[in-house]
């Protein structure tokens, strides 16, 4: 996994380097005025292969589960239902047509928490995203995204009893009272988005781009513990709310 | 002396200048620049849907585009008596580079595009400090 993250950040520290060497000259003393007439008209690329990549800098998600949040607020257990994301994804583009493949995970910066418990959630997908530009310029290129995939949330609920105390060793046979198993929803999402990016103009190029989109659960699913066996769990459809900020690696071809 | 008299008046009377017709058509998103002939400020900004028209005696200059954050982008025009040239402005902005280029335009192809477009002012004293250099 290790070799797998050098290997990605590698690739695209000299992706993004080769990039910008095409309009700033590394080696260039002095940033020269740019020669109007040398350069393409329209940008015509058939075809091309990119990756992609966003951290929590704008990018949010609000994930919709109605019937655990309700059982959060009976109980008095604070809701974490929002978060940053982190995700990667790679994928092909054809004309008019693109996929991505997309990995999406949570980041969090600890658990939500009152007087009685601590919550903290996290949601991580693995979503394949057909898309066709709906409208293009020189400069933007708007996509309608659909998407399939696998979506799962886990909710890790804590109880807060600061006034007894246990002994470190004894932990693992000492039950805490009110404590919640790990629990866990899965299941497949459809995902329909729409994304703004910048419209690739060069054989490398270094692109942003925006996507705010909508997930939800292809059928309603009860809650799990993948620790212990639970009945009478709340039964939920999944929905994911989101925005994410990408930065885009891409390499186009003019010949398909 | 009839002819010396016709000589003289031609010697001194000048050539009929250039005419330069520079516009921006429709940009989604498209932001102003100015627009800076050897180095001096004659549009700013200069907007998307824009359109201006100007005059130059016959002569070289230098037709620059520059915004706060953007690269300057640089024509050389080469000005011919009694000559129309039509130059386009076209924006890139994207990740790597923001700069407006300023590319001439085929007239047939330009005099359709002038018809929708708004007429651009100019900072005259500008032109004529120009053109008096």
């Known amino acids: 996994m290790r070799f797998f993250f050098t290997l990605l950040t590698a690739t695209w520290l000299g992706g993004s380097l080769s990039s910008s060497a095409q309009i700033y000259p590394v080696f260039s003393p002095e940033i020269t005025p740019i020669d109007s007439a040398a350069l393409d008209e329209v940008p015509s690329f058939k075809w091309g292969i990119h ?12 994930r919709i589960y109605p019937n655990m949040r309700a059982h959060l607020k009976q109980q008095g257990i604070p809701q ?7 995700f990667f994804g790679f994928g092909l583009s054809k004309g008019l047509f693109k996929i991505d493949f997309e990995y999406t995970t949570t980041l969090t910066f600890g658990p939500e928490q009152n007087d009685r418990f601590l919550n903290e959630t996290s949601t991580r997908s693995f979503t394949v995203h057909p898309a066709i530009s709906i409208f293009k310029t020189r400069n933007r290129t708007v996509y309608l995204q659909t998407g399939v995939g696998l979506m799962g949330t886990d909710l890790k609920i804590s109880p807060r009893n600061l006034t007894s105390s246990v002994a470190f060793s004894q932990i693992p046979t000492n039950p805490v009272v009110g404590s919640y198993p790990l ?19 060069r054989p490398r190029d270094l692109v942003e781009s925006f996507r705010f989109g909508y997930r939800r659960g292809v059928e309603e699913r009860a809650w799990f513990s993948p620790v212990l066996t639970v009945t009478g769990t709340p039964i939920d459809r999944a929905g994911l709310l989101y925005f994410q900020t990408h930065i885009q690696l891409s390499r186009n071809f003019k010949k398909s | 002396m009839i002819t010396l008299i016709y000589l003289w008046i031609w010697f001194f009377i000048p050539d009929p200048p250039g005419t330069i017709t520079l516009f921006r058509t429709k940009e989604y998103w ?13 549009i700013n900004p200069f907007k998307s849907q824009h359109v201006a028209t100007f005059q130059l005696p016959p002569g070289s200059y230098w037709l620059e585009s520059k915004k706060y954050d953007s690269q300057t982008s640089r024509l050389r025009l080469e000005v011919k008596s009694g000559q129309h040239y039509y130059i386009r402005g076209i924006e890139d902005n994207d990740f790597l580079l923001r700069a407006l280029h300023l590319r001439n335009w085929p007239e047939s192809k330009a005099i359709p595009l002038l018809q929708p477009l708004k007429k651009q002012s100019i900072l005259h004293e500008k032109l004529d400090r120009i053109v008096a250099q």
């Open chain 1, 51 to 62: 990756s992609y990549a966003g951290a929590f800098i704008g990018s949010f998600q609000g």
């Open chain 1, 80 to 86: 974490d239902w929002t978060s940053e994301n982190v």
């Open chain 1, 183 to 201: 629990l866990r929803h899965h299941g497949v999402v459809l995902d329909i988005a729409l994304q703004l990016i910048h419209t690739a103009k």
């Open chain 2, 30 to 42: 498209g932001s102003g620049y100015e627009i800076r002939l050897n180095g001096e400020t004659l």
